[in-house]
């Protein structure tokens, strides 16, 4: 098994609406690409206050790292991303992505 957790930063000038297109397009993905096992996405409802601006975050599950690689790299991805990035804060660096296998542990 294979989680690709993304934290996102969105520029403070989208509307709910744009944010939340941005996310069906993430979620469209499922259609296109037979690897995504699952999508889940959501707002920070943490009162800790250490998202350190990331509001926003998604999860995807793929049965191993190949799969998840195929996602990676599959075109209908990269135009996604062509398409979300530009509605982050700071483009890439207002994304952070942490790929785990949770059957591995440490």
């Known amino acids: 098994m294979m989680k690709h957790i993304v934290l996102l930063q969105f520029k403070e000038s989208l509307t709910a609406q744009e944010i939340k297109e941005a996310f069906i397009l993430l979620e469209g993905l499922g259609k296109t690409i037979p690897q995504i096992k699952s999508f889940k ?3 920070s409802d943490s009162n ?3 998202n350190h601006g990331f509001e926003y975050g998604f999860e995807i599950e ?3 790292a190949e799969d998840r690689d195929i996602y990676l790299f599959h075109p209908d991805h ?3 991303a062509g398409k979300v ?3 982050l ?5 207002s994304l952070m992505a942490f ?8």
Request: proline share 7%; glycine share 14%.
């Open 41 to 43: 996405c959501g707002k």
């Open 48 to 50: 800790e206050g250490m």
């Open 62 to 64: 793929f049965d191993n």
């Open 78 to 80: 990269v135009a996604v």
């Open 85 to 87: 990035i530009p509605l």
């Open 89 to 93: 804060k700071n483009g890439t660096d």
């Open 99 to 106: 790929d785990y296998d949770p059957t591995k542990g440490l």
